[in-house]
């Protein structure tokens, strides 16, 4: 007994079988893990050192500088930035993608970190090592806001955070508008100056006086006890009452003396606003293996519950919740592919038996339910990439099973009982069907190894195609003929003298296709012709957009006030914005929240001038606005602001690739390195389309220069180093101690007073201790000058750089366009020696995404032509079958010059699972004419070809109409817009709609082509 045979006449055991997939497909779909984007590591490490008080060179020079030096050591990176701010460093590390072990560079970055043991004495704690992954995306951020004093509504936040980070499936909660408790010492130089007393003597008293250590312990028989020095501020106010300075026959001077003490927090460094209003953030963050929507959705609960809770006047803001645009993405990808099932019903009703349409459109959730169950087994879950591989899956998984189907049908059409059609039809087409799973497998196996950021997004896509390909190869050949015989009457099928509408067409296309076949070459030469006309408008009009911003949902509006504007006054600006903001239409503005000091990017620092608005729209699907005309209207206000500058960055909704213009222009010489940077600006500045043109080397706040004159210096017997730390007491305060009060650690900072650090001239009177305890006005010793200070040094692999961003108008223009044309525009090695122009976010990964992508579908191709080669034996027929590849891209060029849309990343993921079904279909018809061949070799060629193609008619027009049908509703958002998965499925519809005619007409021309130059070579070679 045949295998197919066996299971066709079991048709309980296919039921079970396909009954058991479902089964374990819904269980897993109860319980697998559903995020915004695969799990990844991105390679990424950015090193964080905090050098409290210095100025930017300062942080250049002792710390970025020291650690770059020890990264120059280590092998496998591809390039690491560096920001020197003031009082900050970050180093921004990038492992090569490439490498074996990139666990292994990550592990050579931290030890080289660790052997930077030369930094400043101020620098009390060590670089914070943090890696970047999609687990560092927040999930959702709660504002508590009221209006009560700050006090109380910390400690409502306390006891919120520690309730939230109870809550399965939170690894860490992130905090902004939250200031750690302080207790001020804020010390009033006059006093000082009156007892004769310097500042290092208070804060010596004060870290002498806080002591708590065991010092043994005494041992009996009976016994033991433990000796204890304890001698900590049981309350704050204790450290007014530490010692001095005192004598036997004098009073003793004690810190109440000299300063005042405050129980306090640290100054707002940051504010924080939720929809407008002044709030305690908290951002929970998601461990590595939790479900976002369940995980948000406690959250939801913990919230409710406390609000119930809250003292009067008391609120709980919710913003960016992430678990929402997952939620819509996933309903949206159910919505249409209901749709699209029903649609896949209804067409092959029409063809085929209703029976047998049912199960051939079943086979499209079994093998998607049975996908979902192994995904958990290969560390993948439901994201983003996995629901758009999977909407690519729909357009794959139901050829095989129409062929199948199909060829089935034909067999009982002819009379044959339902199990001798279902056995005969299987063994029909199961080479070229199994090939076809091949052929689908080898254009996509290559993306396994696609390299960079984008490898690792898209690795999860040609998992989801195999795994799928896998279940729908058992389904269909095991479990569909089972099926369809099981359906189909155990008899042989009644002859009807009507014959059905589709044998009238069948015949009437056989006919004229054997007519057309006379003029092939012309018609060869036409095919070619439009082919090359629609690839001159795609490179001449198409543009190339990475990932379009029409598809965001949410974007960042960057403010920067004049450089030295205080916090409250880029506070006040900001809430212009703010007002502007709150003013879009319900349907559109979800939420957004605002942070005063900071842009929040990477590397970005805290800055009294820069403030950030993080705007979260609506779905897509739920308003009639993009994301780009939204940030239009909002400029177009926003523009008239006076004294502001206001830049726009839309997050597109794809992996971080960073900013549509980023141009670095590295050098170690700064003049001629500005001059370069300028002119770049300068050229962007006139570009069409370029917007938002930004740098930043910009110059920070004034400082003051203090310049010594030695001679005075040494007399008096006062260091540099004595000037510069009773300096940084004075101005930033020095915590000299601290004391553990409940949960959390109280910092003491000993600082001059808030009215003396205010005022320019208290700088000349702060007094200094020589070596013999003398105290000299600093005045004496040094002069004041005023200059301007940078405000960052930034490096890119240990050279100063000047970074270039902005965006792009792409109704105008593209990243990509643009860095063509600076690249273009300078010849940096002849008019800037010394000097690199380096391209990098959106426009370098555009250009490395295209490349590699053309390179997958070359290893492709030639793997796809080995495999058709060995299943033909030939070596001109692989050719006419994979011919239907370059010809299905004219249909996807016309499908999205008419709807007016730029090709993208996920555009160009379409047209290689619209190769592997454009040759699914000539591979089938191709196969059949040979196997027509050997059946009649009496017929003419031509006559074996029309008739080969007719008999395919049936199975070519279904697959294409099926798939079309399937893939319509999410290509035109009938159950749900999704800009973000439509352009791949408008590109393999189209690409499949325009390809089946020419797989019709070019193909059958194609194989009389090859069949005339054989004969014409083997007749040169008989002559």
């Not at 519950?305 to 929402?324: F, H, I, T």
């Not at 770049?680 to 930004?694: C, H, N, S, Y």
């Not at 590849?885 to 010059?897: A, D, K, R, T």
Request: hydrophobic share 45%; charged share 20%.
């Amino acid at each position: 007994m045949s295998f197919f045979r066996f299971f066709a006449q079991r048709p309980m055991l296919a039921n079970i079988t396909t009954l058991l997939i479902i089964l374990m497909g819904f269980g897993s779909l109860a319980t697998i893990k559903r995020d915004a984007f695969p799990s990844v590591e991105f390679g990424e490490l950015l090193i964080t050192t905090v050098y409290p008080g210095a100025s930017p060179e300062d942080v250049e020079l002792m710390v970025t500088n020291e650690i770059e030096e020890q990264l120059k050591e280590v092998t496998g990176l591809k390039h690491y930035i560096s920001w020197s701010r003031e009082n900050v460093s970050t180093v921004h590390v990038v492992v090569d993608p490439d490498v074996n072990d990139e666990d292994k560079v990550i592990r050579e970055v931290r030890e080289a970190v660790s052997r930077v043991t030369d930094l400043p004495k101020e620098v009390t704690e060590a670089p914070l090592i943090t890696e970047l992954s999609t687990a560092s995306f927040p999930m959702i951020e709660i504002g508590i806001a009221g209006d009560i004093n700050y006090r109380e509504l910390r400690e409502v936040a306390r006891n919120f955070q520690r309730k939230l980070e109870k809550v399965t499936g939170v690894s860490r909660v992130g905090r902004y508008g939250y200031q750690a408790r302080e207790v001020k010492i804020e010390i009033n130089p006059d006093k000082l100056e009156s007892h004769d007393i310097s500042l290092g003597e208070v804060v010596r008293a004060i870290g002498l006086r806080n002591i708590r250590a065991t010092g043994g312990s005494f041992e009996s028989y009976t016994s033991e006890q433990n000796i204890v020095t304890l001698a900590q501020f049981r309350e704050p106010a204790e450290v007014g009452d530490v010692i001095v300075r005192t004598t036997f026959d004098g009073p003793s001077i004690k810190i109440s003396d000299l300063a005042y003490i405050r129980d306090d927090f640290e100054e707002e460094k940051i504010l924080s606003r939720v929809n407008g209003e002044e709030a305690i953030s908290l951002i929970a963050f998601k461990s590595e293996n939790a479900d976002m929507i369940r995980t948000v959705a406690e959250i939801r609960k913990l919230v409710e519950k406390q609000r119930a809770y809250l003292p009067e006047g008391v609120e709980m803001l919710l913003s960016n919740d992430e678990s929402q645009y997952v939620r819509d993405r996933l309903s949206i990808v159910a919505n249409n592919g209901l749709l699209g099932l029903c649609m896949v019903l209804i067409v092959l009703a029409l063809f085929l038996n209703l029976r047998i349409a049912f199960w051939v459109a079943l086979g499209i959730p079994v093998t998607l339910l049975g996908a979902i169950f192994l995904l958990p087994i290969f560390d993948s879950f439901l994201d983003s990439i996995t629901m758009t591989a999977m909407v690519l899956v729909i357009g794959i998984i139901v050829d095989d099973a129409i062929i199948i189907a199909e060829s089935i049908y034909q067999h009982y059409e002819k009379g044959k009982s339902a199990v001798e059609a279902a056995v005969d039809g299987v063994a029909d087409v199961i080479k070229p069907v199994a090939t076809t799973i091949l052929t689908t497998l080898i254009v996509f196996i290559p993306m396994f190894f696609m390299p960079g950021m984008l490898g690792k997004f898209v690795y999860v896509i040609p998992l989801v195609i195999t795994l799928s390909l896998f279940i729908s190869l058992i389904e269909s050949t095991v479990a569909l003929p089972a099926h369809i015989a099981g359906g189909l009457k155990n008899k042989i099928a009644p002859k009807s003298d009507k014959p059905h509408f589709f044998d009238r067409l069948k015949a009437r296309y056989a006919k004229v296709l054997n007519k057309v076949l006379v003029g092939r070459h012309f018609l060869l030469l036409l095919f070619i012709g439009l082919l090359s006309g629609a690839i001159y408008y795609a490179s001449r009009y198409m543009d190339f957009i990475l990932f379009p911003s029409s598809s965001a949902e949410r974007f960042i509006i960057m403010i920067e006030t004049p450089t030295g504007t205080s916090l409250k006054a880029t506070s006040d600006r900001t809430r212009q914005v703010e007002e502007i903001v709150s003013q879009l239409d319900k349907n559109e503005l979800d939420s957004f929240v605002t942070r005063v000091g900071t842009f929040g990017e990477v590397g970005s620092s805290e800055r009294e001038n820069n403030a950030a608005v993080y705007v979260s729209l609506t779905s897509f699907a739920s308003r009639e606005r993009t994301a780009d005309e939204i940030v239009a209207d909002l400029r177009s206000k926003t523009d008239k602001l006076e004294n502001v500058r206001i830049i726009y960055n839309i997050n597109s909704g794809g992996p971080p690739v960073g900013r549509p213009i980023t141009i670095r222009v590295v050098g170690p010489n700064d003049d001629i390195r500005s001059k370069l940077a300028d002119d770049v600006v300068t050229f962007l500045q006139t570009f069409p389309g370029a917007t938002d043109i930004d740098r930043d080397d910009k110059v920070g706040k004034s400082q003051v220069e203090i310049k010594f004159d030695y001679d005075k210096l040494a007399r008096v017997g006062v260091s540099v180093a004595d000037v510069a730390r009773n300096v940084r007491i004075a101005y930033d305060g020095e915590v000299v101690t601290n004391v553990r009060y409940g949960d959390e650690d109280v910092d003491f900072r000993v600082i001059f007073t808030e009215q003396v650090r205010k005022d320019p001239d208290s700088l000349g009177k702060l007094t200094l201790p020589n070596r013999n305890g003398y105290l000299t006005p600093l005045t004496e010793i040094a002069r004041f000058v005023s200059t301007p200070g940078p405000a960052n040094f930034t490096h890119y692999d240990g050279d100063r750089t000047v970074t270039i961003t902005g965006d792009v108008d792409t109704e105008i223009t593209t990243s990509l366009k643009v860095s063509q044309s600076v690249n273009g525009k300078f010849n940096v090695e002849l008019d800037y020696p010394g000097t690199e122009l380096l391209i990098g976010g959106e426009a370098e990964e555009s250009q490395k995404s295209v490349n590699e992508l053309m390179i997958i579908m070359g290893i492709s191709c030639v793997g796809m032509y080995l495999l058709l080669t060995l299943l033909f034996n030939s070596i001109w027929q692989p050719i006419i079958v994979m011919m239907a590849i370059p010809f299905g891209l004219l249909g996807v060029i016309i499908g999205f010059s008419i709807h007016n849309m730029a090709l993208g990343f996920l555009g160009l993921i379409g047209i290689i699972g619209l190769a592997g079904v454009v040759v699914n279909d000539s591979l089938v018809l191709v196969a059949h004419i040979n196997e027509l061949r050997k059946r009649e070799p009496g017929l003419k060629i031509r006559q074996i070809v029309a008739i080969g193609t007719s008999n395919r008619l049936r199975a070519v027009i279904l697959t294409t109409v099926s798939t079309v049908a399937g893939l319509l509703p999410l290509a035109y958002g009938i159950g749900g817009a999704d800009p973000y998965m439509g352009p791949m499925a408008l590109a393999l519809g189209w690409g499949l709609l325009f390809a089946t005619p020419l797989t019709l007409v070019l193909i059958p021309s194609l194989y009389l082509i090859g069949e005339d130059i054989v004969r014409l070579f083997v007749k040169n070679r008989a002559n």
